[in-house]
């Protein structure tokens, strides 16, 4: 009888050591990989806040820019805006203007992605192609289409405005200066803004109203809604997060303007400065700069515009925890 020894299994140390290997592997890749988009963004936007954040507390000049070092001061840039009426003349400016500007973008957008969700899908998808063509002209062109549509010589809507009767718009626009003001400047400006602005609201909310599903605004017709109380009911809790997204987005974009403000007004017409103009104007605005100063104004925009992202974070993470 012949003896049959069991057969001798390979030892799997090798194998589950490969496998542990290549388990352990791909983890590192995706770091890899984004490993370079970290170290880009740390240089180029990360280091900068930093050196504000550093030359917020400091005297910043001629003399240091020469070569000579800064000098601290503590919290004395801070102490000098915050008691200077200016600057909160311009944070009132800024306010305002963002208040406006993204109420009429959120409107207008939002009507004119309704109107394109009425027509069919060539017409729709040709109309949304050609609005987005005024999000994606850039803020200096914007600026000086409409400086010439609103200049006093020459301009399009004063020469408008001129052909119109007395009775309905006055009379002497012919020659009627709208950079003279705050009020009709900022007038110009929100035009400006929100005519760049609500293509992005539009289409957005576009996208959103795609996604709702056609059985719900079946059910909605059947049970005798009309269109007003189909928005309110159905389409607005639909889009609310979109709504939300938009919001702090045009809440962010319109508190940072600067190049239209500045194309438009210029730094003669201090009565018009904003928050982001009047920090350009004390670092880079005159033969003796105040990068100190300007830095302080920079930090202290960023820390509301932080305010207004983390309170947007608090209610999209309240939202995500009553569903």
Request: proline share 6%.
């Amino acid at each position: 009888m012949l003896d049959t020894a069991p057969a001798v299994r390979k030892a799997p140390g090798r194998r589950s050591s490969g496998r542990a290997r290549a388990r352990r592997g791909p983890r590192l890749g995706p770091y890899l990989l984004i490993a370079p988009t970290v170290v880009v963004i740390a240089i180029l936007m990360f280091w900068p806040m930093i050196q504000i954040g550093i030359m917020s507390f400091q005297k910043v000049g001629n003399r240091q820019l020469r070569g000579e070092p800064a000098e601290s001061v503590g919290t004395e840039n801070f102490d000098t805006i915050l008691n200077d009426p200016f600057f909160w003349q311009t944070f009132r400016h800024t306010v305002l203007f963002a208040v406006v500007a993204v109420s009429l973008t959120m409107l207008v957008g939002t009507l004119v992605g309704l109107l394109l969700s009425k027509l069919g899908k060539r017409m729709s998808s040709f109309v949304a192609g050609g609005v987005m063509v005024a999000w994606a002209t850039p803020p200096v062109t914007a600026a000086i289409i409409f400086t010439w549509l609103f200049g006093s010589t020459g301009g399009v809507v004063n020469w408008t405005l001129d052909l119109l009767p007395n009775f309905l718009v006055g009379g002497g626009w012919s020659d009627y200066n709208w950079f003279a003001t705050p009020l009709s400047t900022y007038t110009v400006l929100t035009v400006c803004v929100v005519w760049q602005a609500c293509p992005f609201v539009a289409v957005s909310v576009l996208a959103g109203l795609k996604s709702i599903p056609g059985e719900l605004y079946e059910a909605a017709r059947v049970d005798g809604s009309g269109p007003w109380r189909t928005f309110w009911s159905l389409t607005y809790p639909m889009l609310k997060p979109i709504f939300l997204v938009l919001i702090v987005m045009s809440i962010i974009w319109d508190f940072k303007v600067f190049t239209q403000l500045f194309i438009m007004s210029g730094m003669a017409n201090r009565d018009a400065f904003n928050l982001s103009l009047y920090g350009y104007s004390e670092a880079f605005g005159s033969l003796n700069p105040k990068l100190g100063m300007g830095s302080a104004i920079a930090l202290v925009l960023t820390v509301i515009l932080l305010i207004v992202t983390a309170l947007y974070v608090r209610v999209m993470v309240r939202q995500g925890e009553t569903k």
